[in-house]
């Protein structure tokens, strides 16, 4: 489907097998068809109507002939797909969200309670994702599971594109780069603490020291699928290790008789239910990540078994680690010093390891890396099928075709997504700009689980559609999981939304109704932005992109 992001002429560069000479030619169809070098020399050659494309009777004489395809290759396993969720999930959250969670329970009985409870909704929430991931073997998450429930094979063209859209509105401008923004913007200030022991950085050095991670971040994704998923996977060995050392401390403290703070139980937990919720908010931000390996679906192996699989591995091993992490913080640090520290871990190293109190900040930035390193790997997923579907500009579906490099092809791969990882650094970077880190927990949370909610929905719609199919044997959660789900996300956004309500969150809704309005404008009725054609081709020539197998324009 053509929308108002695509050009009314693009400009079509296709692979002759030779080198072209600068003729032109009239096709058929009256149009002119002008040969153009491009990218030094490599046979590529333009008849006119924008798009590089791929053909295979490219051969280069120091160049290998391309694959078939121009897609997403399956070099996900269980293993990468296990530490895409669990090397997520770990990350920022665990060093961050302590502090706002105790805040909102009041006590630390009640704050173990929420951050159990946040492992449990997290859980409902993956296996109903695991059921749609098994069902519809496509990327991109939630886009794919709206598209497919309101829009089966584009019947509904008039309202059925409207909540894939509203998501991958939300999501590409707001979701999945404020996601990548607050990881990053832990990391650049567990960076910068460490150089101002007793009072907080300048917030424009964190700032800069976030947007050189986003860029450093983008670089490797763009670079090489495979060096990406080898740091997901060291990484998570390290926040893991990174956590024992916590739980290691904390046990031996309480084994010193440091049980005060524990002691305590639930005096102090709070009876307001906003306040509650927005404790919520920080513990299942620090739980985000469980839907990851959805965006990616189509590059892992076998998806109807290693999804429930690495579902099933990843968040128990989180949650256990999440509860037992808090412990070792309580078992050092009154609940008084966790709501004066803007970096609980940090403090946590000043009283437990002396000299060796830099270990953490180490730890914690790697897991924060690691962490960012997910996000963003799964949101250019997102960004590139909503592309793919005309909801973003076609070019940003495009794949990189081929990377001359002297280093082996096992590190560096070609197909990766480039645009769509560099627009989501943009976004990102523009975030850091006027948010600070709590205001982007709140924005990232509340519109998150507006559309878990109604993904979550989409099981009900699926499951009734293929009901009459004798095929239909993938994974299936009972029935009462996912209307649970929704039963949550509708409680925790209406509650802030009434008792609490913030800028922010009225922000949002607005959004929305801006993005309803250009969805009538460019996709409906696809009035045609100008330049788009243009700005496509300078682009391919740029980053060398193709549109994927079986795109059309």
Known sequence: MNSGFDAHHSYDVKLNGHIPNGN?????????????????????TSNGNGLLNHNDNVREKHTPLPED???????????SGTAIIAGTMIGSGIFVSPKGVLEGAGSVGMSLVIWLSCGIIS?????????????????????????????????????????????DWISVFIIRPSMFAIMCFTLGTYVTQPFYHDCLPPIYLTKIFTVLAMVLLCVINCMSIKFAERIQVVMMVVKLLAA????????????????????????????????????????????????????????????RKNIPRAICIAIPLVTVVYMVVNIGYFAVLTQAEILESGAVAVEWGKRMLGVMQWIIPVFVVCSCFGSANGSLFSSGRLCYVAAYDGHLPSVLSFLHLQRHTPIPSMIFT???????????????????????????????????????????STVLVLRYRFKHKAEHDNYQVPLAVPILVMILSVYLVLVPLI????????????????GLLLYFLLVYKEIKIPCVGLATKFMQKLFLIVPPSGKTE
């Open 499 to 514: 008792y609490l309500p913030k800028p922010e969150y009225i922000h949002v809704l607005i959004f929305m109704a801006v």
């Open 414 to 456: 070609r197909h990766t997504p480039i645009p769509s990882m560099i627009f989501t650094l943009i976004i990102s970077a523009l975030l850091v700009v006027p948010f600070d880190l709590s205001s982007l927990i709140g924005f990232f949370s509340f519109t998150a689980w507006i559309f878990y909610g109604l993904t979550a």
């Open 69 to 79: 395809d121009v897609r997403m290759e399956r070099s996900l396993g269980l293993i």
């Open 244 to 303: 024992a050392i916590i739980v290691g401390g904390g046990f031996y403290s309480l084994s010193q008789g440091n049980t005060e703070t524990i002691a305590s139980g639930f005096e102090g937990t709070g009876t307001e239910t906003s306040i509650i919720v927005l404790s919520f908010y920080n513990g299942l931000w620090a739980y985000d990540g469980w839907n990851n390996l959805n965006f990616v679906t189509e590059e892992l192996q076998n998806p």
């Open 123 to 167: 859980m409902l929430g993956a296996l109903t994702y695991a059921e749609l991931g098994t069902t519809i073997a496509r990327s991109g998450g939630e886009h794919a599971y709206l598209m497919e429930a309101f829009n089966p094979n584009d019947k509904h063209k008039c309202f059925g594109r409207i909540p894939a859209f509203l998501f």
């Open 24 to 44: 032109s030619t009239k096709g058929q169809n009256g149009s002119i068809h002008r040969s153009e070098k491009l990218l030094n020399g490599n046979g590529y």
